[in-house]
């Protein structure tokens, strides 16, 4: 093996190359300056769904978003039990965000397994002080930190759900989410 | 005087299609090679090697070992016999007490147009063909010999020549020794799909490192009534203009 | 009497190979993956040492197993899973269905595991009155038709969205009006959405099994999988011995490789990483983890230091995608749970040499497969040595045994050889001579099937040679 061989290209500027692979992974991320305009983002994403409850991680952070931005709409928080069938968004924190595949880096404390998966759109509420360059940091933190001893589960999620089983046609949005919305706040 | 070679001419070859042989010889000669052909030869024991009869290829591998012994250079028609004898006889013969011998022998066998390429340093031969001419990279050659340039570089240099490059060219042609009569149905679908790419290129003739992929071809080009002919790599290099015998396969 | 499974392949071979339909699906199929993979490929700076790393990882694993294995099972336990050594089928299929029934489980939802295939674990969840649904969509597909997966990564490319919109209609709901795959799979989920949320029981396979982290690692795109291990109370993972890997950081590399050879993509849509149950304070996830760690043979193959890399595998399909055999015959053709290369490779030992041997003669040896696999198996290799291994083992018959037995007489008396080549010549003339090219008469009459007659020349190249070539 030779060594000190890279194998992936080195990552320059991790937001940039975070967004760029966004797109390819059919993925929207909405840069914001503030929690103010977190707010406001959240509030238009949801505005654009159809009725339906909205599923939340019950954190301090997104008990703060929610409340600001103040949507119409009935929320059960995490702490209440799992999202139910109906949801028609899920709300979460994350771990980390990786620039290299963009990705996010969620666990079992992120709202839970469901959270990420069972309603058709996943909102993820992260700042760009979560991001990390590649998957190797990403997982060398995911060890270190002993993540996988105090969660059961952790999901390294790039983009919505998708098949291309048919004809290999790619088809947005299978089982999972069709949306994946980060919204990613500059100011932590 | 160049070198002195020592030619190996695959058992297929000798008895079927001398002329690839015969030409082989030509360009060597044209290109100030000495040229010897060491009568004692019969197989490099491909055939036993590929059904698995390693018992049956080891002392016919050997007794090639023993042919060359005193070779300068081997020189051989054929990306297969070559990956063999290179590839395959070390660890054929790993127990035999000739296995330095096929080291050494291995380390001194050359594909025809590898050994021009890189052991003599040769692109022009001389050669004139002013013909429409397609390129398949036989899959040994390729992929064990690791040629790529190599016939395209001599194939270029060759006078009134027009290569086309066909798609798909490194997809196998479907002969694979006996793999042509075990299993001739799928066999003959591949070649058939390879012909289908020489003929979407046009080209009046398609040529290859190893004249058994060519032999193959040949066989299902006629069967089809297409056009194209095949003819071996030296064949091409070997016309200098002159009045001659086209060396290229006849149609029956 | 019952064919044996060298004359099925031959039948259905001749069967495929003719079929120019099934050709060109396939091709178009092959080709929308040739481009993607080569954008895929360009997205690793270095995909040689990729390959290296992949290999490298893989061989630590394989060669340490126990050690890896062990790890893995007591963090899987400290956490409360279960962890079952399976020494084949019988034994993995066993404790699945007394699991289910031990808890009352009346459905299970399934992610894809080839494993599952070869255990043929689903008829026997079936027989015990349990329902099974397939839910990734190809896998899903193919139950419905009641036919085994085509490829090991798309099951069901070999039919058009035609094909699938009339199978939905007639199997799933009369009212699927449309063929639009958006269409297909909005139909697909909505049925299998169902499914998720009354199951009890969630299988899934396992694409890696992570040692020092003790986790499993799933790749997967459509959230079939995450689905099938978040909402039933119970999963279970049935998986090859073989998945080991020693590190968590292992699949920085491993996963963008899976997937760059899978299908083209940087990185598979979810890599899901599960330990064990839910943990107290946890918001979902099942109560209970079981893990069924199958042997079936592969630590016979583990024992043989020549050919244990087989047991690298990933099973991303490059081999497959490439394979021109796979291209002309297709996956059913070969009548196994792993077709294409590593197919080929791999079921004679599995299965056992005597039956399946033809599956490694089946092929012309064009090495593409070693050229693209991921983790550098050398599979036309082991190929080459598992016909070897079929001669030795006195598996092929006895008049091919004589053939060669008599070819090798000759090869080593020059004289004789060229004796021998000149009267076979002699005789194909005068058979064709006599219009009998063709027929029963003409030793050649298999190749002559499918190709023009080779023309004989009228003498050999070493008559030549003394003739007129000697000098120089």
Same mark, same amino acid.
């Given at each position: 093996?030779?060594?000190?061989?890279?194998?992936?290209?080195?990552?320059?500027?991790?937001?940039?190359?975070?967004?760029?692979?966004? &797109?390819?992974?059919?993925?929207?991320?909405?840069?914001?300056?503030?929690?103010? #305009?977190?707010?406001?983002?959240?509030?238009?994403?949801?505005?654009?769904?159809?009725?339906?409850?909205?599923?939340?991680?019950?954190?301090?952070?997104?008990?703060?978003?929610?409340?600001?931005?103040?949507? #119409?709409?009935?929320?059960?928080?995490?702490?209440?039990?799992?999202?139910?069938?109906?949801?028609?968004?899920?709300?979460?924190?994350?771990?980390?965000?990786?620039?290299?595949?963009?990705?996010?880096?969620?666990?079992?404390?992120?709202?839970?397994?469901?959270?990420?998966?069972?309603?058709?759109?996943?909102?993820?509420?992260?700042?760009?002080?979560?991001?990390?360059?590649?998957?190797?940091? #990403?997982?060398?933190?995911?060890?270190?930190?002993?993540?996988?001893?105090?969660?059961?589960?952790?999901?390294?999620?790039?983009?919505?759900?998708?098949?291309?089983?048919?004809?290999?046609?790619? &088809?947005?949005?299978?089982?999972?989410?069709?949306?994946?919305?980060?919204?990613?706040?500059?100011?932590? | 005087?160049?070198?002195?070679?020592?030619?190996?001419?695959?058992?297929?070859?000798?008895?079927?299609?001398?002329?690839?042989?015969?030409?082989?010889?030509?360009?060597?000669?044209? %290109?100030?090679?000495?040229?010897?052909?060491?009568?004692?030869?019969?197989?490099?024991?491909?055939?036993?090697?590929?059904?698995?009869?390693?018992?049956?290829?080891?002392?016919?591998?050997?007794?090639?070992?023993?042919?060359?012994?005193?070779?300068?250079?081997?020189?051989?028609?054929?990306?297969?016999?070559?990956?063999?004898?290179?590839?395959?006889?070390?660890?054929?013969?790993?127990?035999?007490?000739?296995?330095?011998?096929?080291?050494?022998?291995?380390?001194?066998?050359?594909?025809?147009?590898?050994?021009?390429?890189?052991?003599?340093?040769?692109?022009?031969?001389?050669? %004139?063909?002013?013909?429409?001419?397609?390129?398949?990279?036989?899959?040994?050659?390729?992929?064990?010999?690791?040629?790529?340039?190599?016939?395209?570089?001599?194939?270029?240099?060759?006078?009134?020549?027009?290569? %086309?490059?066909?798609?798909?060219?490194?997809?196998?042609?479907?002969?694979?020794?006996?793999?042509?009569?075990?299993?001739?149905?799928?066999?003959?679908?591949?070649?058939?799909?390879?012909?289908?790419?020489?003929?979407?290129?046009?080209?009046?003739?398609?040529?290859?490192?190893?004249?058994?992929?060519?032999?193959?071809?040949?066989? %299902?080009?006629?069967?089809?009534?297409?056009?194209?002919?095949?003819?071996?790599?030296?064949?091409?290099?070997?016309?200098?203009?002159?009045?001659?015998?086209?060396?290229?396969?006849?149609?029956? | 009497?019952?064919?044996?499974?060298?004359?099925?392949?031959?039948?259905?071979?001749?069967?495929?190979?003719?079929?120019?339909?099934?050709?060109?699906?396939?091709?178009?199929?092959?080709?929308?993956?040739?481009?993607?993979?080569?954008?895929?490929?360009?997205?690793?700076?270095?995909?040689?040492?990729?390959?290296?790393?992949?290999?490298?990882?893989?061989?630590?694993?394989? /060669?340490?197993?126990?050690?890896?294995?062990?790890?893995?099972?007591?963090?899987?336990?400290?956490?409360?899973?279960?962890?079952?050594?399976?020494? /084949?089928?019988?034994?993995?299929?066993?404790?699945?269905?007394?699991?289910?029934?031990?808890?009352?489980?009346?459905?299970?939802?399934?992610?894809?595991?080839?494993?599952?295939?070869?255990?043929?674990?689903?008829?026997?969840?079936?027989?015990?009155?349990?329902?099974?649904?397939?839910?990734?969509?190809?896998?899903?597909?193919?139950?419905?038709?009641?036919?085994?997966?085509?490829?090991?990564?798309?099951?069901?490319?070999?039919?058009?969205?035609?094909?699938?919109?009339?199978?939905?209609?007639?199997?799933?709901?009369?009212?699927?009006?449309?063929?639009?795959?958006?269409?297909?799979?909005?139909?697909?989920?909505?049925?299998?959405?169902?499914?998720?949320?009354?199951?009890?029981?969630?299988?899934?396979?396992?694409?890696?099994?992570?040692?020092?982290?003790?986790?499993?690692?799933?790749?997967?795109?459509?959230?079939?999988?995450?689905?099938?291990?978040?909402?039933?109370?119970? @999963?279970?993972?049935?998986?090859?011995?073989?998945?080991?890997?020693?590190?968590?950081?292992?699949?920085?590399?491993?996963?963008?490789?899976?997937?760059?050879?899978?299908?083209?993509?940087?990185?598979?849509?979810?890599?899901?990483?599960?330990?064990?149950?839910?943990?107290?304070?946890?918001?979902?996830?099942?109560?209970?983890? @079981?893990?069924?760690?199958?042997?079936?043979?592969?630590?016979?193959?583990?024992?043989?230091?020549?050919?244990?890399?087989?047991?690298?595998?990933?099973?991303?399909?490059?081999?497959? /995608?490439?394979?021109?055999?796979?291209?002309?015959?297709?996956?059913?053709?070969?009548?196994?749970?792993?077709?294409?290369?590593?197919?080929?490779?791999?079921?004679?030992?599995? /299965?056992?040499?005597?039956?399946?041997? @033809?599956?490694?003669?089946?092929?012309?040896?064009?090495?593409?497969?070693?050229?693209?696999?991921?983790?550098?198996?050398?599979?036309?290799?082991?190929?080459?040595?598992?016909?070897?291994?079929?001669?030795?083992?006195?598996?092929?018959?006895?008049?091919?045994?004589?053939?060669?037995?008599?070819?090798?007489?000759?090869?080593?008396?020059?004289?004789?050889?060229?004796?021998?080549?000149?009267?076979?010549?002699?005789?194909?003339?005068?058979?064709?001579?006599?219009?009998?090219?063709?027929?029963?008469?003409?030793?050649?009459?298999?190749?002559?099937?499918?190709?023009?007659?080779?023309?004989?020349?009228?003498?050999?190249?070493?008559?030549?040679?003394?003739?007129?070539?000697?000098?120089?």
């Amino acid at each position: 093996m030779r060594s000190g061989q890279m194998i992936f290209d080195a990552i320059n500027n991790p937001l940039e190359r975070f967004q760029q692979e966004c &797109v390819g992974n059919l993925m929207e991320c909405a840069l914001t300056a503030d929690s103010a #305009a977190s707010a406001r983002q959240l509030a238009k994403v949801l505005q654009s769904l159809p009725e339906g409850e909205t599923f939340v991680q019950d954190d301090p952070a997104l008990r703060r978003l929610i409340e600001q931005a103040a949507p #119409a709409r009935a929320i059960r928080w995490s702490s209440q039990g799992a999202p139910g069938e109906a949801s028609q968004a899920t709300v979460t924190l994350a771990e980390a965000l990786i620039a290299q595949t963009g990705s996010i880096l969620v666990t079992s404390a992120c709202g839970g397994r469901g959270a990420s998966v069972i309603a058709p759109c996943h909102i993820v509420y992260a700042t760009v002080a979560q991001l990390v360059p590649d998957l190797a940091t #990403a997982l060398s933190r995911v060890s270190q930190e002993r993540k996988l001893d105090s969660n059961s589960f952790a999901c390294v999620i790039s983009g919505s759900s998708r098949t291309a089983d048919i004809e290999k046609i790619l &088809v947005q949005g299978a089982h999972g989410p069709r949306r994946l919305v980060v919204i990613l706040q500059t100011a932590t | 005087m160049k070198c002195k070679v020592s030619l190996f001419v695959p058992c297929f070859v000798d008895q079927l299609l001398p002329e690839v042989a015969v030409d082989t010889v030509k360009v060597l000669r044209r %290109i100030g090679c000495a040229v010897e052909f060491p009568e004692d030869q019969t197989c490099c024991g491909q055939p036993a090697l590929n059904t698995g009869y390693w018992g049956d290829a080891r002392p016919c591998a050997e007794h090639l070992v023993r042919v060359f012994k005193n070779a300068d250079f081997v020189v051989c028609p054929s990306g297969s016999c070559v990956s063999v004898i290179r590839l395959f006889y070390p660890e054929l013969l790993a127990h035999s007490s000739l296995r330095e011998d096929a080291a050494a022998l291995a380390s001194r066998t050359f594909e025809f147009s590898e050994f021009l390429v890189k052991v003599v340093a040769v692109t022009q031969v001389g050669a %004139i063909f002013p013909h429409s001419v397609t390129y398949h990279a036989s899959c040994h050659g390729l992929r064990e010999l690791k040629l790529r340039d190599e016939p395209l570089q001599l194939l270029r240099q060759v006078d009134g020549l027009k290569l %086309i490059e066909m798609v798909r060219s490194e997809e196998c042609c479907g002969f694979g020794g006996t793999f042509a009569v075990k299993f001739a149905d799928i066999s003959a679908a591949m070649g058939t799909s390879k012909a289908e790419s020489v003929a979407a290129t046009g080209a009046e003739f398609v040529t290859a490192t190893d004249p058994s992929c060519l032999m193959h071809l040949q066989g %299902i080009l006629g069967k089809r009534g297409a056009p194209t002919r095949t003819i071996y790599l030296a064949s091409i290099l070997a016309q200098d203009g002159l009045a001659q015998k086209s060396s290229a396969q006849e149609r029956p | 009497m019952s064919q044996t499974a060298a004359q099925r392949f031959l039948q259905d071979a001749a069967v495929k190979s003719a079929d120019l339909v099934h050709r060109e699906i396939i091709r178009r199929g092959m080709e929308s993956y040739d481009v993607a993979h080569l954008k895929g490929r360009a997205r690793i700076k270095d995909w040689e040492a990729a390959r290296e790393k992949c290999q490298e990882i893989k061989r630590e694993a394989i /060669n340490h197993l126990d050690r890896y294995l062990l790890q893995f099972e007591e963090k899987v336990i400290a956490r409360g899973g279960h962890v079952f050594w399976a020494a /084949n089928s019988e034994e993995a299929c066993t404790y699945v269905k007394n699991v289910a029934t031990r808890l009352g489980v009346r459905t299970v939802v399934k992610s894809k595991s080839m494993v599952t295939e070869e255990i043929q674990l689903s008829p026997v969840l079936e027989k015990a009155g349990i329902k099974v649904w397939e839910t990734d969509l190809g896998e899903f597909i193919v139950q419905l038709r009641e036919e085994p997966p085509y490829h090991i990564v798309t099951p069901a490319m070999h039919l058009n969205r035609g094909q699938i919109a009339k199978l939905f209609r007639e199997k799933l709901d009369p009212a699927i009006d449309s063929d639009d795959p958006v269409y297909l799979m909005a139909a697909a989920r909505r049925i299998l959405r169902q499914a998720f949320f009354a199951a009890e029981m969630g299988i899934s396979g396992a694409n890696f099994l992570v040692a020092d982290a003790g986790v499993i690692a799933i790749s997967t795109n459509e959230g079939n999988g995450r689905l099938c291990t978040s909402i039933p109370r119970i @999963h279970v993972v049935v998986t090859g011995i073989e998945k080991v890997i020693p590190r968590l950081e292992d699949l920085a590399v491993l996963w963008p490789v899976l997937a760059t050879s899978g299908t083209g993509q940087g990185i598979t849509t979810y890599g899901t990483l599960i330990g064990g149950p839910r943990r107290p304070g946890e918001v979902d996830g099942a109560e209970e983890f @079981h893990v069924v760690l199958v042997d079936n043979g592969r630590s016979q193959l583990l024992a043989d230091a020549e050919q244990r890399e087989v047991l690298h595998c990933i099973r991303c399909g490059a081999c497959l /995608n490439i394979c021109p055999v796979f291209r002309h015959v297709g996956g059913h053709t070969y009548g196994t749970t792993y077709p294409g290369p590593i197919g080929s490779v791999l079921t004679p030992h599995l /299965n056992g040499i005597k039956e399946f041997k @033809h599956l490694s003669y089946a092929s012309s040896l064009c090495g593409a497969c070693t050229s693209v696999c991921p983790v550098k198996i050398d599979l036309a290799h082991h190929l080459l040595q598992n016909r070897r291994n079929a001669t030795e083992a006195g598996a092929t018959s006895s008049s091919e045994r004589l053939i060669f037995r008599a070819w090798r007489y000759a090869m080593l008396r020059p004289r004789m050889y060229a004796l021998g080549g000149w009267s076979v010549r002699k005789a194909l003339r005068i058979i064709y001579g006599l219009g009998l090219a063709g027929s029963i008469l003409d030793p050649m009459r298999v190749w002559n099937r499918y190709r023009s007659p080779v023309p004989l020349p009228s003498e050999s190249f070493r008559a030549r040679w003394r003739k007129d070539l000697g000098a120089n």
